[in-house]
Structures are given as structure tokens and as C-alpha cells.
């Protein structure tokens, strides 16, 4: 060993030491400089961790679960040993910046908002024309003789279930990538390699968004079809029993908008935009008022109050205008993030 090699050891070991002290330094100033409305809550920021680790950690068993089994079938059993015997990637990803990814957690703090919001929402406070020993809304739409709205129902029912939260393709894509460049071995491994590609191609190949409880919910919104003298009903039972996706896909089915920004509107806790959409979808004062009271029970950051000292004025926003108002919200998921792009370039 060269003489000088222990003081370039510990040189190095010292500028790491600064860097990691750099980088901490950097993350307290960001978080003592963050807005309190852009600050999440405690259980919310737990939540959130574990669900994004929750995620990474699924496609990186079935990245090394799938990679081992071919390494294996050809041959490369110690290889495929060595692939299953690390769970790295959440750090790795951590560590390289990539979970910074707008897009990644903008749909995951949507996920852990809605829950939390619709496991708040106060149940039993159901209309008087529905007796409260009824059975709930989505098993008596699972049992309608419409078969494409029970159909839609009872896939529901499993969705909801099952929980988690399904990726937009092109999200689910670049994670996947990450994850399989996060478990490659750190000696270049051709074989592993190409194992682990293959195993990503089959992961996205398998990926279906039309699975998610999202996406089942605006099919039993667009089954149903509710008629104006059936959304108010609708939108306030989907609440009582806490069916949040539901009240959003019907939401969003009334005034033509995608799940993803419907949901948006609801989880938003000052309401503008909400207020908007239920005008536009020719909701009254009484059932506005009923709707706002039941997610300000559920959620805490919204303002009952300063809602009441509204209310006046948002009923008599016309539907015309509420429509005109959100009308670039109606526009495509992939032409509204370009337009976001570009106002945030403008800003820079």
C-alpha cells in the first residue's frame, strides 16, 4: 500500500462526511423556508413515505424475482442468488435525486389524500328518501339488472379492496427503469443484465391502468349516466358511504373531466375550483353546502367558515359560466402538463 494511501482515505471519507453534512444543510433550509399550506402534515408526509417505498419496493421483487428465474433457466444460479439477496433500490433512488420525479409524487400525494380523506368522511349521513339499514350504494348497484353497471359495481367493490395506487403508464415506466438500473450489480454483469431488462419489459408489458380502482370508477360513472335530477342524490350517498372515487368519477363524468383532475378539484383544500365544478354540474345552495360539510369534517385544512361566507356568492354563479371557467380543465392530461411546462419556463 503507498504510504499516502491511509490520508487518501481519509481525505476522501472527510469530503463525504461534507457532503452529506452539505446536502442535510440544503434539506433544512428548504424545509424551514416552506409555506405552511405547502407543508404536509405529519401523518400525511408518514403515509406518503411508506406508500412511495411501498411502490419501489413491489417492482423491485418482481424486477429480481423474474430476472433470478431467467438467470436460473440459463444457467446463472449464483448469479441469480447474489440477484435475490439485496433490496437496494429505494436508497439508490433516494440517493441519485430521481424520486423528485413531479409526476410520481403528485400521484402519490393524491393517493394518500384521497384515503385519508375518504376513511374521514362521517358515514351514516345518508339522504332521508334512503333508510339507513339499506343496503350501501355500490351493493345495490352491484345487484341492478343492468349488467354493465353492476358489472362496473362489483369490479369496484374488488378495486377498492385491494387498495394501492396504479401508476399513469408513462410514471410507471420511467420507475420501472429506475429500479431495474438501481438493482444491477455493481461488477457489470452482461447476463444480469440482460435479465433484468427483460424482466422490466415484461413488468410494463403487464401494467394496466384500466385495473385501478380510478379508472373501474369512471366506468360505473359513465354505466350509470346519471340524469341532472339524479346527480345530487348520487354524489351525496357516494359520500355517506364513503365512496370518494366514486363521487369523483360521477363528478367527473357531469362536467366532462379526466379522474385525474376531478380528483384534484375534490382533494384541493380552499374548494374554488370544486365550487366551480358543481355549479357547472347545476348542483343547488343546499346540496353545495351539504357536500362542502361533509369533506370539511373529513379534512381538516378546509375552511367551513370562510365557505359560508361564500356560499351566497358561489350559488349564484351560473352554470354557464362555471363551465366557461373550467374549461382548461377539460383539456387532455398530456396538453395541460405542457401548458404547466411552459408557464413554469416562462417564470424561470
Do not use: C, K, Y
Request: avoid cysteine; hydrophobic fraction near 55%; aromatic fraction near 2%.
Amino acid at each position: 500500500m503507498p504510504a499516502d494511501a491511509p490520508l487518501q482515505t481519509a481525505a476522501a471519507r472527510a469530503a463525504q462526511a461534507r457532503a452529506l453534512a452539505d446536502a442535510r444543510l440544503r434539506g433544512s433550509i428548504d424545509d424551514l423556508l416552506l409555506a405552511d399550506d405547502a407543508r404536509l402534515d405529519e401523518r400525511t408526509r408518514v403515509m406518503l413515505s411508506r406508500l412511495l417505498h411501498e411502490t419501489i419496493a413491489a417492482i423491485e421483487t418482481e424486477l429480481r424475482r423474474q430476472a433470478a428465474r431467467l438467470l436460473a433457466a440459463r444457467g446463472g444460479v449464483t448469479a441469480a442468488e447474489a440477484l435475490l439477496s439485496e433490496s437496494l433500490a429505494a436508497g439508490r433512488l433516494m440517493a441519485a435525486g430521481l424520486l423528485r420525479d413531479e409526476a410520481l409524487i403528485e400521484a402519490l400525494v393524491a393517493r394518500v389524500r384521497h384515503d385519508l380523506i375518504a376513511s374521514a368522511l362521517p358515514a351514516g349521513s345518508r339522504d332521508a328518501t334512503t333508510g339507513s339499514d339499506e343496503a350501501s350504494l355500490l351493493v345495490r348497484l352491484a345487484a341492478v339488472p343492468d349488467r354493465v353497471v353492476a358489472s362496473a359495481a362489483r369490479a369496484l367493490l374488488v378495486a377498492d379492496s385491494r387498495g394501492g395506487v396504479i401508476l399513469a403508464a408513462e410514471v410507471q415506466h420511467r420507475l420501472v427503469w429506475w429500479v431495474a438500473a438501481a438493482i444491477r450489480p455493481a461488477l457489470d454483469d452482461p447476463d444480469t443484465d440482460r435479465a433484468i431488462a427483460e424482466a422490466a419489459v415484461r413488468s410494463l408489458g403487464a401494467h394496466d391502468e384500466g385495473e385501478g380502482g380510478d379508472a373501474v370508477a369512471m366506468r360505473l360513472a359513465a354505466a350509470i349516466d346519471a340524469r341532472p335530477d339524479e346527480l345530487a342524490p348520487l354524489l351525496l350517498e357516494a359520500l355517506s358511504d364513503r365512496r370518494l372515487s366514486l363521487f369523483v368519477a360521477v363528478l367527473a363524468q357531469a362536467i366532462g373531466l379526466d379522474f385525474e383532475q376531478a380528483q384534484a378539484l375534490v382533494l384541493e383544500p380552499d374548494g374554488e375550483r370544486l365550487w366551480l365544478a358543481l355549479r357547472a354540474a347545476q348542483l343547488d345552495r343546499p346540496t353545495i353546502a351539504r357536500i362542502a360539510l361533509a369533506l370539511s369534517d373529513a379534512d381538516p385544512r378546509r375552511d367551513i367558515e370562510a365557505f359560508a361566507d361564500d356560499l351566497d356568492r358561489i350559488a349564484r354563479v351560473d352554470p354557464a359560466d362555471a363551465r366557461l371557467a373550467l374549461a382548461p380543465e377539460t383539456l387532455g392530461r398530456d396538453f395541460r402538463v405542457a401548458i404547466r411546462a411552459l408557464a413554469r419556463t416562462g417564470r424561470a
